[in-house]
């Protein structure tokens, strides 16, 4: 595995644990987190920090009634 693509997970498991502390602090004030759409986005960006290289996002899915 090269170093982009570890760099990657280490990102999405970031943003899935980031999604897990959300839930457990709805739940902790009594919300159920189904009424919270949520979106995680981070970039990896170049070594002079100044552009994005590419976008990592971690989204809950609304589930609409047909």
Same mark, same amino acid.
């Given at each position: 595995?090269?170093?982009?693509t &570890? ?8 943003? /899935? #644990? %980031?999604? #897990? %502390? $959300?839930?457990? /602090? $709805? ?7 189904a009424?919270?759409? @949520?979106?995680? @986005? %981070?970039?990896? +960006?170049? %070594?002079?920090f100044? @552009?994005? $290289? ?5 989204? @809950? &899915? +609304?589930? &609409?009634? #047909?």
């Amino acid at each position: 595995m090269d170093d982009d693509t &570890e760099l990657e997970v280490v990102v999405m498991e970031g943003l /899935c #644990k %980031a999604r #897990k %502390a $959300l839930e457990d /602090c $709805l739940s902790k004030y009594g919300y159920d987190s189904a009424y919270v759409d @949520t979106r995680f @986005t %981070a970039w990896i +960006v170049d %070594a002079s920090f100044t @552009t994005r $290289l590419r976008r990592i996002e971690y989204e @809950t &899915e +609304v589930k &609409e009634e #047909k």
